[in-house]
């Protein structure tokens, strides 16, 4: 039988050396692409999507205007606004469709992923490179024990929760100023 502490420890161990194999200047041309847009709108689908989701929440939080693609209440993209594309592969379809609209309207586009010479680059004006595995294996990336991509998705949120919190230091911001942003119809 699988031991509890046994199975976190390689999780957290795979999570350690993902987020340490991320490039700093990869990430910090992102959150200057976040900070200078009007809004900033999110693409993926599965398990990425949800990661993105919260990741589009924690932001929201801060103060940035976030839209998820296809909500209820989703705005027009301009050329003052970012799209952030998290695919691993940087092969989905959809990902890859809406990247393409994003950028006839003039949006700056950012890509999440594990391979930087996927069909996103024709797209991205920024990439982060998330080294853990996926679609397609490379040497260079980090391998997972986990089921299917669970460690792209669980570095995607802590990326996204490093992002966050490089803003509130960034911002100074007061950690319980950001209750004003937090939803209160609970």
Same mark, same amino acid.
């Given at each position: 039988?699988?031991?509890?502490?046994?199975?976190?420890?390689?999780?957290?161990?795979?999570?350690?050396?993902? $987020?340490?194999?991320?490039?700093?200047?990869?990430? &910090?041309? $992102?959150?200057?692409?976040?900070?200078?847009?009007?809004?900033?709108?999110?693409?993926?689908?599965?398990?990425?999507?949800?990661?993105?989701?919260?990741?589009?929440?924690? $932001?929201?939080?801060l103060?940035?205007?976030?839209?998820?693609?296809?909500?209820?209440?989703?705005?027009?993209?301009?050329?003052?606004?970012?799209?952030?594309?998290?695919?691993?592969?940087?092969?989905?379809?959809f990902? $890859?469709?809406?990247? #393409?609209?994003?950028?006839?309207?003039?949006?700056?586009?950012?890509?999440?992923?594990?391979?930087?010479?996927?069909?996103?680059?024709?797209?991205?004006?920024?990439?982060?490179?998330?080294?853990?595995?996926?679609?397609?294996d490379?040497? &260079?990336?980090?391998?997972s024990? #986990?089921?299917?991509?669970?460690?792209?998705?669980?570095?995607?949120?802590?990326?996204?929760?490093?992002l966050?919190?490089?803003?509130?230091?960034?911002?100074?911001?007061?950690?319980?100023?950001?209750w004003?942003?937090?939803?209160?119809?609970?």
């Amino acid at each position: 039988m699988a031991n509890y502490q046994n199975a976190t420890n390689v999780i957290t161990d795979e999570l350690t050396a993902t $987020l340490s194999n991320i490039n700093d200047n990869e990430v &910090e041309q $992102l959150l200057e692409e976040i900070e200078k847009a009007d809004k900033v709108f999110f693409v993926g689908v599965g398990r990425v999507l949800l990661s993105l989701k919260s990741i589009a929440k924690r $932001l929201a939080h801060l103060g940035v205007n976030t839209y998820v693609v296809g909500q209820t209440t989703e705005p027009a993209i301009t050329e003052n606004d970012l799209l952030i594309v998290g695919s691993g592969s940087g092969e989905t379809a959809f990902p $890859l469709i809406i990247a #393409q609209k994003a950028k006839q309207y003039g949006a700056s586009v950012a890509h999440i992923g594990s391979n930087p010479n996927s069909s996103m680059s024709e797209y991205a004006d920024v990439s982060v490179r998330i080294p853990a595995s996926s679609k397609i294996d490379t040497p &260079e990336e980090v391998h997972s024990v #986990q089921p299917m991509k669970s460690l792209f998705e669980q570095t995607l949120l802590l990326l996204g929760d490093t992002l966050a919190l490089m803003m509130v230091k960034e911002r100074d911001i007061e950690i319980e100023s950001l209750w004003e942003y937090h939803a209160n119809l609970e």
